[in-house]
């Protein structure tokens, strides 16, 4: 059974940065896309990011593109969120879920199987 285990999140100033990592165990990460997500206080769980299980391909929600970046390690199973000129809006917990799929990154949290715990990160002076 694949397990997800988010870490890197914390308290930065606007501007700042921070990565996210996404571990797994009890399986190899190869056949998964994954996805990141997040949550705000009394908002709806949204999309930020997802890659494809060989990482050739990568999806942004709109308000993160050109600041975060998704990679991913497949021989260290992790994958990665490289966030950059946060803003006090990308105050969140963030998420990371997996789902097999042979080429293409689901956007839709509905389709994601398996789920981190959570990592919280703060955006704030």
């Known amino acids: 059974q694949l397990q997800l285990v988010e870490s890197g999140g914390g308290l930065v100033q606007p501007g700042g940065s921070l990565r996210l990592s996404c571990a797994a165990s009890?399986?190899?990460?190869?056949?998964?896309?994954i996805g990141w997500f997040r949550q705000a206080p009394g908002k709806e769980r949204e999309g930020v990011s997802c890659?494809?299980?060989?990482?050739?391909?990568?999806n942004y929600q709109d308000s993160v593109k050109g600041r975060f970046t998704i990679s991913r390690d497949n021989a260290k199973k992790t994958v990665y969120l490289q966030m950059n000129s946060l803003k006090p809006e990308d105050t969140a917990i963030y998420y990371c879920a997996a789902v097999q799929r042979r080429i293409m990154c689901p956007s839709s949290v509905h389709e994601y199987i398996h789920w981190g715990q959570g990592t919280q990160v703060t955006v704030s002076s």
């Open positions: 890659i494809s299980r060989t990482g050739r391909i990568t």
């Open positions: 009890g399986s190899t990460l190869d056949s998964y896309a």
